[in-house]
C-alpha cells in the first residue's frame, strides 16, 4: 500500500472512531432532554385530567380586587442611557397598578445616564435614584446592593414598608398586568418567577430569533419541570418579585448582604439561598386574554383574540458577537461560579438539573465536533467513490448493525427536538416562526460554542491572575 492510500486509511479510521464517538454522546445528551420532555407533557395530561377539569382557572378580576399594596422594581443600570428613560416612561404608562416605585441603580461615572434617570424623575413620580458611590462596572449584585439600601432608606423616611421587591433591566417592557400577580401572591410565596420572553422578530434575523426559541421553550417547559422536581426555581433577574421575608433572610445569613457580589448570575444563586432557607418558590404561567387589531389577507381590519401568559418582553441582541458575550457572562455565573458557591447540594433531582446547567461545557464543543464529524463523513461518502470498497477503503465501525440502531435514534431525537422547539415557538410567535426554530437551531449552536469558549477563556484568566470579573456590558435596545 503506498502512502497516500495509508494516509486515507488513517483517516478514514479516525473519522470513523471521532463519528461513533459523537453519535454516543449526542445519544445520552438527547436522553436527557428526552425525560424533560416526557416529564412535561405527563405533567400536563394529568394536570388537565385532574386539576384543570375540576378547579377553576383563577379569573384576572380576582388580581383587579385585590388591594393594591406597596411594591419597589429595582432596575440597575450601568450605560443604559439609551433605554433607561423610555424603559420608565412606557411602564409607567401602561402598568395597571399604582402603588409601586422605580428604584434605580446607577454609577456615580456614568453622567449620561443620571441624566436620563433624571430626566425620566421629572416625568415620572414614581423614579429614585441609587448612585453607587465608587465608578462602575462592578457587577450587578454589587448595584443591587446599593438600590436595596436605597429602599430600605425610603422606607424609614417614609415610614413605610414594601411588601415585594421586583427586578427588572432598563431593557424590559414590564407586562401590565404583572404588579396585580405579584401582588395577589406575595402573601405565600417568597420569590415568584414569571416567564421572560423576546419580542418578535423578522424570520430573516438569525440571531435574535434563537432568543425567541430558547425562552419561548425554557420558559414554557423546562423551567416548569425543574420547579416540578426540585421545588427550586432559578430567578431570571427580571420578571421576578421577592416578598419582604425573603429579603429579610438573604441580609441576615449573609450579614448584610443581600445579592451574591461573587456571582455574575446572583439571580440565578439567589433561589439556591432562598431555597436552603426554606422559602417558597415559584414558577407562574398565568395566560390572559386579551384582543389585537390587525389585518386579514386581503388587507382588511380585523380583532384576534390571543391568549399568553403574563411575562416581560425585551429585545435581545441580533448581532452575534453581542448575543454569544452575553451568553457567556450567564456560563460563567451559573456554570463556573454556581458550580463553585453550590457544588451538588440537594436530592436527586437537584444534582440533575445541577448537571443540565454544567452540561454546556461539554455539549456546544460537541455540537461543533459533530458538524466537523459530518463534513468529513460526506468526504468519505466522496472517497468510497474514489476507491471501490473492494479495495482499500470500507467502514469498520460504522458499517454495524449497532451503529445503524444508535443513528436511528438519534434521527428520531432529533425529530423530536425539533418538534418541540417548533411548537414552543409557534405557540408564542404563530407558525411562521415556529418553523424556522429547527433552522436556528444551528445559530444556537455556534453561539453557545463561542460562549462557552469566552467564559472558559474568562474564568481561567481570573482563577491564574486574580482579575476581577465585572459586568460584561451588553448595548440595548427598545422598542419604539
Given at each position: 500500500m503506498?502512502?497516500?492510500?495509508?494516509?486515507?486509511?488513517?483517516?478514514?479510521?479516525?473519522?470513523?472512531?471521532?463519528?461513533y464517538g459523537m453519535t454516543v454522546v449526542i445519544l445520552i445528551v438527547s436522553l436527557d432532554d428526552?425525560?424533560?420532555?416526557?416529564?412535561?407533557?405527563l405533567r400536563e395530561l394529568y394536570r388537565w385530567y385532574w386539576i384543570k377539569s375540576q378547579y377553576p382557572a383563577l379569573k384576572v378580576e380576582v388580581l383587579e380586587a385585590k388591594a393594591e399594596r406597596p411594591i419597589a422594581i429595582m432596575v440597575p443600570a450601568w450605560m443604559e442611557h439609551d433605554v433607561i428613560q423610555a424603559m420608565l416612561k412606557t411602564n409607567y404608562k401602561s402598568l395597571r397598578y399604582r402603588n409601586y416605585r422605580f428604584f434605580v441603580g446607577v454609577y456615580q461615572n456614568d453622567p449620561e445616564t443620571i441624566a436620563e434617570v433624571s430626566a425620566a424623575a421629572a416625568v415620572v413620580p414614581n423614579v429614585t435614584m441609587a448612585v453607587v458611590p465608587w465608578p462602575g462596572p462592578t457587577n450587578k449584585a454589587d448595584c443591587l446592593n446599593i438600590v436595596m439600601a436605597k429602599i430600605v432608606e425610603f422606607e424609614r423616611n417614609a415610614n413605610m414598608e414594601f411588601v415585594g421587591i421586583a427586578l427588572h433591566d432598563s431593557e424590559d417592557v414590564i407586562h401590565p398586568y404583572e404588579l396585580l400577580l405579584f401582588n395577589y401572591l406575595l402573601d405565600r410565596m417568597d420569590l415568584i418567577q414569571l416567564p421572560v420572553y423576546s419580542f418578535p422578530r423578522e424570520l430573516h434575523h438569525?440571531?435574535?430569533?434563537?432568543?425567541?426559541?430558547?425562552?419561548?421553550?425554557?420558559?414554557?417547559?423546562?423551567?416548569?419541570?425543574?420547579?416540578?422536581?426540585?421545588?427550586?426555581?432559578p430567578c431570571a433577574g427580571v420578571s421576578a418579585c421577592f416578598s419582604r421575608r425573603a429579603i429579610g433572610a438573604l441580609r441576615d445569613e449573609r450579614k448584610g448582604e443581600i445579592f451574591s457580589t461573587a456571582s455574575l448570575t446572583e439571580d440565578y444563586d439567589i433561589a439556591f439561598r432562598l431555597s436552603k432557607l426554606q422559602m417558597r418558590e415559584v414558577f407562574v404561567r398565568f395566560p390572559i386574554a386579551f384582543t389585537i387589531e390587525t389585518l386579514d389577507e386581503a388587507g382588511q381590519?380585523?380583532?384576534?383574540?390571543?391568549?399568553?401568559?403574563?411575562?416581560?418582553?425585551?429585545l435581545f441582541p441580533s448581532d452575534f458577537r453581542a448575543a454569544?458575550?452575553?451568553?457567556?457572562?450567564?456560563?460563567?455565573?451559573?456554570?463556573?461560579?454556581?458550580?463553585?458557591?453550590?457544588?451538588?447540594?440537594?436530592?436527586?433531582?437537584?444534582?440533575?438539573?445541577?448537571?443540565?446547567d454544567?452540561?454546556?461545557?461539554?455539549?456546544?464543543?460537541?455540537?461543533?465536533?459533530?458538524?466537523?464529524?459530518?463534513?468529513?463523513?460526506?468526504?468519505?461518502?466522496?472517497l468510497f467513490h474514489l476507491f471501490p470498497s473492494d479495495q482499500v477503503l470500507q467502514y469498520k465501525w460504522l458499517d454495524t448493525d449497532t451503529y445503524r440502531m444508535l443513528l436511528g435514534f438519534n434521527l428520531f431525537f432529533l425529530?423530536?427536538?425539533?418538534?418541540?422547539?417548533?411548537?414552543?415557538?409557534?405557540?408564542?410567535?404563530?407558525?411562521?416562526?415556529?418553523?424556522?426554530?429547527?433552522?436556528?437551531m444551528i445559530v444556537s449552536n455556534f453561539l453557545n460554542y463561542f460562549a462557552t469558549a469566552r467564559a472558559v477563556y474568562i474564568f481561567v484568566r481570573h482563577k491564574v491572575t486574580g482579575r476581577q470579573i465585572v459586568w460584561d456590558k451588553t448595548m440595548h435596545t427598545y422598542p419604539v
Open positions: 503506498n502512502q497516500f492510500l495509508y494516509t486515507l486509511v488513517v483517516y478514514q479510521e479516525v473519522a470513523e472512531i471521532l463519528t428526552l425525560f424533560i420532555d416526557c416529564w412535561y407533557w438569525f440571531v435574535a430569533g434563537t432568543y425567541m426559541d430558547e425562552f419561548a421553550e425554557w420558559h414554557s417547559k423546562d423551567l416548569v419541570v425543574r420547579e416540578s422536581i426540585t421545588g427550586v426555581v381590519p380585523i380583532r384576534v383574540e390571543k391568549r399568553l401568559p403574563i411575562a416581560t418582553r425585551e454569544y458575550r452575553q451568553r457567556a457572562r450567564w456560563l460563567i455565573g451559573i456554570v463556573f461560579q454556581g458550580w463553585s458557591q453550590h457544588g451538588w447540594i440537594g436530592g436527586a433531582g437537584a444534582k440533575y438539573f445541577f448537571l443540565r454544567r452540561k454546556s461545557l461539554i455539549t456546544a464543543p460537541a455540537a461543533l465536533l459533530a458538524y466537523f464529524v459530518m463534513l468529513n463523513l460526506i468526504v468519505l461518502h466522496f425529530f423530536n427536538r425539533i418538534l418541540q422547539r417548533t411548537f414552543f415557538t409557534a405557540s408564542i410567535y404563530g407558525l411562521a416562526n415556529g418553523l424556522m426554530a429547527g433552522p436556528r
